[in-house]
């Protein structure tokens, strides 16, 4: 049976970048893939960006009221599809995380999902939340904060200051509110800069 995998870990632990290497993996191999991410993810518009500058374009985009399995279906049309990569799944909603089980289980094809458990404010996306609870398998891709302990948590910035209050999306883009900015932060360091504040308290 295929699976519906979640892979996430913080900002910076090459989640963008894992996901382009499994679909160069599938494709050296003859077989085809289909990748897709959100459309609230304005960061590279149609594609798909690793921080290291390899860039790729997704098959489609889904819209925060799109029925995920349907336009996946569309995308596919007859061809075999060896597997879905989707990127930023954390901005996904609950229902299309289901989708996203379903493709798996009922389309029998396995679903890569990468993306982030927790905002800014260390609180769970919707999307991410519901991957937790129902992917079959759960993977950490692990990164290194500043002080060089694991990072778990991602600080935002706007215009070089740490903020921990505000809308949960703010895409990293230079553009919105001012520079927003991401550091990617163990516990110790989060806290210290929010003054031991979580969950914006």
Known sequence: MAKLYFRYGAMNSGKS???LQAAYNYEERGQRVLLAKPEIDTKGADQIESRLGVARPVDFLVGPDDDL?????AAAGHAPVACLLVDEAQFFTPAQVDDLLRIAVL????VLAYGIRTDFRTEAFPGSARLLE???SLEELKTICRCGRKAIFNARLVGGRFVFDGDQVAIDEGQIQGEVTYESMCAVCYLRE???RLDGR
């Open 17 to 19: 970048t894992a996901l």
């Open 69 to 73: 399995r349907a336009v996946f279906q």
């Open 107 to 110: 389309d029998g094809i396995p």
């Open 134 to 136: 129902i992917a079959h």
């Open 194 to 196: 929010s003054g031991g």
